[in-house]
C-alpha cells in the first residue's frame, strides 16, 4: 500500500533552533519523516523548509495535527501550509488557438505523470474542442470581446468554482485576466510565456526575437499577477539558434521548449514544491517521490 505522505510548507524569519523544534514536533507525533529540504535566504534572513512525512502509524487526526502546529509556530513566526497525500488536485486548463500545450499536459496527465484531476478545459474559441474530446474532457466554448470580458470572466469564475479548481493552467490563453479575476485565486493561475522572461514582455515574443537576433529562445512559466508576465516564476529553458532563425523556426522551436517548461512547472506545484516570498518562487527540487 502507497503511505500517506502529508507535506508540510515552511516560510519563517531564520533562527537558531528551526530545525530541532521542527522535526522534533513531528518525531514526538510519531510521524516518519521521508524528506527534509532547507533553504536560508541570509540577504532577507528568511528561512523555507518543505518537510514530507511518512503518516502511518500517527495516531492523529487532520485537525489536532494542524491546532497543534499552530502552537509550535506562533511563537517561530512560522507561514505554513499543510497538504495531505490523498487529496487530489482539481485542474482547469485555459487555452486559445494553440494546441500543444493542451495536448501535451492532457497526454501527460493520462499516462500518469501529472497527479492531478482535469477537469474542464475552457477556450475563447472552439478549435480545440476535438482534443479535449480525445481525452474526455468538458469543454466549455466562452467567446470574449471586449464589451463582453466581464460577463465572460464571470462565466468562467463560475465554472472555477462549481467544480471546485485547486489550480488553473494557461496554456496560451491569449487573453489578459482582469484584476478582479487573477486576485481571487491567488498563486493558483500558472501561465506559460513564450519567452525567457523579462525579455519580450507581452504579445508576439518570437517576432520580437528575431528582430533582436537572439542566440538563445527560451520559455518562462510564472504564476499569473496583476501585473503583465512579471509574477513570481517557478520554470524557465533555453534553446541555442542562429541567425538563420527566422520568425517561424524560433516559433516553432519555443513550442517545444514551452511544454516542458509548463508541465514541470504545473508538476511542481502539483508536487508542493513552491513557496512564494514576495514575488520569487522558491522551487524545491523533488526528493525521490
Not at 493520462?110 to 474542442?129: A, F, M, P, T, Y
Not at 519580450?200 to 504564476?223: C, D, S, W
Request: charge should be negative.
Amino acid at each position: 500500500m502507497k503511505p500517506q505522505i502529508v507535506t508540510f510548507l515552511i516560510k519563517c524569519p531564520d533562527q537558531k533552533g528551526l530545525l530541532a523544534k521542527i522535526t522534533n514536533f513531528f518525531y514526538e507525533r510519531s510521524f516518519n519523516i521521508v524528506s527534509c529540504q532547507q533553504y536560508v535566504n541570509a540577504t532577507e534572513n528568511t528561512y523555507f523548509m518543505r518537510i514530507r512525512l511518512d503518516a502511518e502509524g500517527a495516531e492523529i487526526s487532520r485537525v489536532v495535527l494542524e491546532n497543534s502546529f499552530v502552537e509550535l509556530s506562533e511563537p517561530l513566526q512560522i507561514d505554513w501550509s499543510v497538504y495531505y497525500g490523498d487529496d487530489r488536485q482539481n485542474v482547469a486548463i485555459m487555452v486559445s488557438h494553440t494546441s500543444h500545450n493542451l495536448y501535451d499536459l492532457l497526454s501527460r496527465n493520462k499516462e500518469g505523470l501529472l497527479d492531478c484531476n482535469v477537469k474542464l478545459i475552457i477556450s475563447n474559441h472552439d478549435k480545440l474542442r476535438h482534443i479535449a474530446e480525445m481525452f474526455n474532457v468538458p469543454y466549455y466554448y466562452l467567446p470574449v470581446t471586449k464589451d463582453t470580458k466581464e460577463a465572460q470572466e464571470a462565466q468562467v469564475m463560475k465554472l472555477l468554482d462549481d467544480n471546485e479548481i485547486d489550480l488553473t493552467i494557461m496554456a496560451r490563453y491569449m487573453q489578459i485576466l482582469s484584476s478582479n479575476f487573477i486576485n481571487k485565486y491567488p498563486e493558483r493561475i500558472i501561465n506559460i510565456h513564450h519567452s525567457f522572461l523579462p525579455a519580450f514582455q507581452g504579445a508576439n515574443p518570437y517576432k520580437k526575437a528575431y528582430e533582436r537576433g537572439v542566440k538563445l529562445i527560451g520559455a518562462t512559466a510564472h504564476y499569473a499577477t496583476e501585473d503583465l508576465d512579471e509574477g513570481p516564476i517557478i520554470e524557465q529553458d533555453v534553446e541555442p539558434v542562429t541567425h538563420e532563425s527566422t520568425p517561424f523556426t524560433l516559433k516553432r522551436i519555443g513550442a517545444d521548449i514551452e511544454k516542458l517548461v509548463l508541465a514541470r512547472a504545473v508538476k511542481n506545484h502539483l508536487n508542493h514544491q513552491i513557496i512564494v516570498s514576495g514575488n520569487r518562487a522558491i522551487v524545491f527540487p523533488e526528493a525521490g517521490e
